[in-house]
């Protein structure tokens, strides 16, 4: 199946310092997503991006993607204690099946 | 925004015997509804794609007669453990959506224990 990689695995920083993750596919996408997932919940909807070079953004949160369609961004503006979490990136290659990232748990250190 | 229950939050079984999980929709037909397993602090694997009405379309490696999946009506899905054994134990999650490509929508999750 697809291949989604994402870094850093881990990512320790100070309270109010940025934040970037990066995805990585191995096949072209149609389109990508990005979820959060809390300690001990379930993975929550954050955003879509279907246009090549897309850039959204929301609040605090930037996400790109690339012009390839292969990879993408989030990168989050001075992080606060709730932006605690694994950020997930999800696309289907093709259909409908949609294949996660590796993820990249934050912590935020207050 | 739509709901999706997952039941039960957390199981705890011996090993041989077959646990039943419930994922429902509850404001919402799902065109599509997905199961993934999650092991501490790794990601979702997804697991197999049911359609209602249809077969389940399983990832490779993954054992469809381990694995039952049943998806009876455009709200329904559940997934049956069967025989399960200690290395059955994980976090099973479902999730839905109600157009092909838009946002998936998850249930709690299910915690799995084989003893």
């Known amino acids: 199946g697809q291949q989604v990689m994402q870094i850093p695995q881990y990512q320790h920083v100070q309270e109010g310092e940025d934040f970037t993750t990066y995805c990585n596919s191995s096949?072209?996408?149609?389109?990508i997503q990005w979820y959060k997932q809390r300690p001990g919940g379930h993975p929550v909807f954050l955003i879509q991006?279907?246009?090549?070079?897309e850039v959204k953004k929301q609040k605090r949160l930037t996400f790109q993607f690339g012009e390839a369609k292969k990879n993408s961004s989030l990168h989050i503006t001075a992080t606060q204690t709730t932006d605690v979490g694994t950020y997930f990136c999800?696309?289907?290659?093709?259909?409908?099946?949609?294949?996660f990232g590796t993820g990249t748990s934050l912590t935020v250190i207050p | 925004g739509a709901v999706v229950s997952q039941h039960p939050s957390r199981v705890i079984c011996k090993s041989g015997t077959s646990v039943k999980i419930e994922c429902r929709s509850l404001?919402?037909?799902?065109?599509?509804m997905f199961w993934y397993r999650q092991f501490p602090k790794q990601s979702l694997m997804l697991m197999a794609t049911?359609?209602?009405?249809?077969?389940?379309?399983?990832e490779q490696g993954v054992e469809k007669d381990k694995f039952l999946i049943n998806h009876a009506s455009l709200t329904l899905s559940t997934l049956t453990v069967t025989s399960a054994h200690p290395e059955d134990s994980s976090f099973y999650i479902c999730?839905?959506?109600?157009?092909?490509?838009?946002?998936?929508?998850f249930g709690s999750g299910t915690q799995l224990s084989v003893l």
């Open positions: 999730s839905a959506t109600r157009v092909n490509n838009e946002k998936l929508f």
């Open positions: 096949t072209t996408l149609s389109n």
């Open positions: 991006l279907v246009k090549s070079g």
């Open positions: 999800a696309g289907p290659p093709t259909g409908n099946q949609f294949y």
């Open positions: 049911s359609n209602e009405g249809s077969k389940a379309t399983y």
């Open positions: 404001d919402f037909q799902a065109t599509t």
